[in-house]
């Protein structure tokens, strides 16, 4: 395994983190104390390419693979992980066409989403379909050259401000996993309905809603994968996603852990700064050190993402420990703040809010250890 970066991949990482410290970390506590998506970054994501990451340029992203996917979540979320996941799930719903989509869908919809003129979204999730996402409601039923859908999902990262969206639908009940297809659809689709934005714990800066589908008619031709090939579709979109993810992760633990440092030098008790204390060297250690052992998980996920097939074992494998890395790290950061860690004058708190959501979303820790476990005992 290659640990250096190529020069391009360097320079993708140092733009964004140029964004991310001078742009998104100024704002980062104020859209998590008001719920607020941020145009104005966002926009500046489009102008940077960012939106079009990892999207190859002939379909109008920024290439670059899925290191560099991975390197700019990183970034984002090392100073605020709501635009880590906004750009985690838009990528991710823009790979389901990429991997799956005909030429005709890859040109027609894909070019939108990465210039960032349509944010993207995979809307999978229902009530009763959560860990158990073969158990899809939202039905669709063909009626000659298209398919009627009605139906609803919640949890929908980017639901409220989306452009295009990736649907799953079940197209034949009586087959089960087999039984789910995916869809295309434009927001201004008619019947395509946007519900209850939730409040979070974390991520407070993307926005998550319920989507509605009624009596929503999508042409046949934007039936992505063919029919029975929905489940394939998400899981191997979710598998990519899962990378996102770990980046995340990474770079929440990474961002408390920068904070923790620079509280831990300045902070004086006792007449010394508490960093002279071993207690408090020993936390940092391992915090360092789990980061980094989660960041070459996560790196060595993402190389083989671009040179082989199936890579769910791999992407599991740094999810789950990314994720746990991440709860352990920010905990560990609020302590070593003492009282102010607890409260908004400083970002550790909301870096451990925001941290509990890699251990849920696009697949449970509790799922990662099934994928694990599944592939190992095989
Ligand atoms: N890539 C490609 N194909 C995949 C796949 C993947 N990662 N995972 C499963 N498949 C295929 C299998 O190969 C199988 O097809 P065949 O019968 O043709 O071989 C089919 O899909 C069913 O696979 P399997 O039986 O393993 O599916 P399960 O229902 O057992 O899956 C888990 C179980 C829990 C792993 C799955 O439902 C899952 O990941 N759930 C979590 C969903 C999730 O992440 N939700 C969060 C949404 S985003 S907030």
Redesign the pocket.
């Known amino acids: 395994m290659d640990f250096e970066l190529t020069e391009e991949q360097r320079l993708i990482r140092n733009m964004v983190r140029e964004f991310a410290e001078n742009e998104v970390k100024p704002i980062a506590a104020e859209i998590d104390k008001n719920h607020r998506w941020p145009e104005e970054t966002i926009a500046r994501m489009r102008e940077l390419g960012i939106l079009g990451l990892s999207i190859p340029e002939e379909y109008g992203g920024s290439g670059g693979g899925t290191i560099a996917y991975s390197l700019a979540i990183e970034e984002l979320s090392r100073v605020c992980a709501s635009h880590g996941a906004i750009l985690a799930v838009h990528i991710g719903a823009i790979n389901s066409i990429r991997l799956f989509g005909t030429e005709a869908q890859k040109k027609k919809f894909i070019p939108e989403m990465a210039s960032g003129k349509r944010i993207a979204c995979?809307c999978?999730?229902e009530p009763g379909a959560?860990?158990?996402?073969?158990a899809q409601r939202t039905r669709a039923v063909r009626d000659g050259d298209r398919y009627i859908i009605n139906g609803g999902k919640i949890?929908i990262?980017n639901g409220p401000v989306g452009g295009t969206y990736v649907v799953l639908c079940m197209t034949a009940p009586e087959k089960g996993?087999?039984g789910i297809s995916a869809f295309i659809a434009n927001r201004e689709t008619r019947g395509l309905k946007i519900g209850q934005i939730e409040e979070k714990l974390g991520i407070r800066g993307s926005v998550t809603s319920e989507v509605f589908f009624e009596d929503m008619a999508v042409p046949a031709e934007n039936l992505l994968g063919g029919e029975g090939q929905g489940?394939?579709v998400v899981?191997?979109t979710?598998?990519i996603?899962r990378i996102g993810m770990a980046s995340q992760a990474v770079g929440i633990a990474q961002g408390a852990l920068d904070a923790a440092v620079a509280y831990v030098k300045e902070r004086k008790q006792f007449g010394k700064p508490i960093a002279a204390n071993q207690g408090i060297q020993w936390m940092v250690a391992e915090m360092a050190a789990r980061i980094e052992a989660a960041r070459l998980l996560t790196r060595k996920a993402a190389i083989l993402c671009d040179q082989r097939d199936?890579i769910?074992l791999e992407a599991a494998i740094a999810k789950l420990t990314a994720s746990s890395t991440a709860m352990d790290v920010t905990v560990k950061a609020v302590q070593l703040h003492g009282g102010i860690g607890y409260t908004t004058h400083h970002p550790v708190e909301r870096f451990l809010r925001d941290a509990k959501i890699t251990e849920i979303?696009?697949?449970?820790s509790e799922?990662m250890k099934?994928?694990i476990a599944?592939s190992v005992l095989a």
């Open positions: 995979l999978m999730t959560g860990t158990d996402a073969s949890f990262t996993v087999k489940f394939k899981m191997k979710l598998d996603g199936r769910s979303y696009e697949g449970t799922v099934m994928v599944g």
